[in-house]
């Protein structure tokens, strides 16, 4: 009798003379997938925003290195989001090389090539204008990050009390006098901040199709321009001391000079008594004793000699300042900048690899820059948005969230309105190690940069709110 074979049976397979069937064999478990350690310096792969930590040996990030990390950041948001055909360090060399060749040619030129139509040449002309605009506008907005950093720095120094989102977990110590309000005192610890730059690509920042965020953990916190006075705070002290010791010497030789004139006065004095009672003896005395006195005077007194002023006693040797930390050379520091670039690449390229990468296709469109900072924040290439700030909030708790940094920390700037919909939050911390060792913060600590009030209302200048720069980014395709 025939057997039946289902249909979906694999098939018989007949092996020499023998009606053996093998059987099919069996599938092997998929193998699992190794997961590798990252470098050092980034984020486990846990995480959906990377953290690039500095390899650094201050325990704060400068302005000039945050300023450095955000133009870097936003080259990178420009290529990955197809703003631009190439990175833009690329386009920057390509401009050079195009201006160099049509201007240092010494060279016969070639003949020229047969005239484009008017649609390719409109196009190059388009491509290079967009190009050379979207460099100015990079090179500006480069430019205004250094001193915007410095004027977010001292903004911060002067605000007495923080709200728990720019409070940073980097603690340093503070051996030197310090002004805050024109009082002089002197500082235990301070903090360092935390400060947040948004790059929004969109046709508006209400209306923006992605939303990367930067979080700086442990920015340098000082008001710039006194370095001079806080430093040599300590020698005015001193100096004041020393004029004091000298008016109270002073005044102790004046005393004993006093003294001597009036000891001199009384032996002058004692002196005149003596010869006058000398000559009373000598008037019952005969002629002869009065000639031979008269040839023969009676020996002046000499005057008593004046005590010597006693020597003054030596001031006491003062101590000496402590020492200002050295400066890094300019090639150090443009070294410390240039693998902080690279650094933040590799964070980037291994979060893509992970699944959490920038890239995605976009077309091109404006590209708006936000900062987060005080109200007393003053800058002339940023403009308050503080119609935004609800909607910026949002952002940055969700960004916190996404990152695993969010806690129940207070908004300063209210309600935070946050959006189920929409494009997700991306971004990137920067710590260094002072907040790699500590870990999360204490997000009921309301410290911040200095003095701090831990109870009490915040002061309209401490409200943080969201800055627009001024500028303008559009991006382009053709090239």
Not at 124 to 131: I, P, V
Not at 462 to 476: A, H, K, L, N, P
């Amino acid at each position: 009798m025939p057997l039946i074979r289902s249909a979906t049976a694999p098939p018989e397979v007949v092996s020499g003379s023998s009606n053996l069937i093998s059987k099919p064999k069996e599938q092997l478990p998929p193998p699992e997938p190794t997961t590798t350690t990252p470098c050092t310096g980034t984020t486990p792969p846990s995480r959906r925003i990377p953290t690039a930590y500095l390899q650094q040996t201050t325990s704060t990030i400068s302005d000039v290195m945050a300023a450095t990390l955000s133009a870097a950041l936003l080259g990178h948001v420009l290529f990955l989001k197809n703003q631009i055909p190439l990175p833009i360090m690329q386009l920057a060399r390509l401009a050079n090389v195009k201006t160099s060749t049509t201007t240092n040619s010494t060279t016969k030129p070639p003949p020229p090539p047969p005239p484009p139509s008017n649609h390719t040449a409109t196009t190059k002309r388009s491509a290079s204008k967009h190009r050379t605009d979207l460099l100015a506008s990079f090179d500006t907005l480069s430019s205004h990050l250094c001193t915007t950093f410095t004027a977010l720095s001292t903004a911060l120094a002067r605000c007495k009390r923080l709200d728990g989102v720019s409070t940073s977990s980097v603690v340093v110590s503070a051996e030197v006098l310090e002004t805050r309000g024109g009082v002089r005192e002197r500082g235990g610890t301070k903090r360092g901040a935390r400060v947040y730059v948004a790059i929004l690509v969109g046709p508006s920042v209400g209306s923006a199709k992605c939303r990367v965020v930067l979080g700086v953990d442990g920015l340098e916190v000082k008001v710039w321009g006194e370095r001079e006075e806080i430093g040599g705070s300590g020698d005015g002290d001193e100096d004041e001391k020393e004029e004091e010791e000298e008016e109270s010497e002073g005044g102790e030789r004046e005393n004993e000079e006093d003294e001597d004139e009036d000891e001199d006065d009384e032996a002058v004095e004692e002196e005149e008594e003596e010869e006058w009672n000398e000559e009373d003896d000598n008037e019952g005395e005969d002629e002869d004793n009065e000639d031979q006195n008269a040839t023969h005077p009676p020996p002046s007194p000499s005057p008593s000699p004046s005590p010597s002023l006693s020597p003054s006693p030596l001031p006491s040797p003062t101590p000496d300042p402590p020492p200002q930390p050295q400066q890094p050379s300019h090639a150090e520091l443009q070294r410390a900048l240039t693998t902080a670039e690279r650094l933040l690449s590799r964070t980037l390229a291994l979060a893509d690899a992970d699944g959490y990468g920038l890239a995605s296709d976009m077309a091109p469109t404006q590209t708006h820059i936000l900062i987060r900072a005080p109200r007393r924040f003053s800058h002339p290439a940023w403009i308050p948005k503080q119609s935004m700030n609800r909607v910026m909030e949002g952002v940055l708790e969700a960004f916190l969230e996404e990152s695993g940094e969010f806690g129940g920390v207070g908004f300063s700037g209210g309600k935070a309105k946050t959006s189920k919909r929409g494009p997700k939050v991306e971004g990137v911390w920067v710590k260094c190690q002072g907040a790699a060792a500590e870990g999360k913060r204490d997000n009921h600590d309301s410290g911040g940069g200095g003095n701090r009030e831990e109870e009490g209302e915040m002061e309209e200048g401490d409200e943080m709110i969201w800055w627009c720069w001024e500028g303008r980014i559009v991006g382009f395709s053709d090239w």
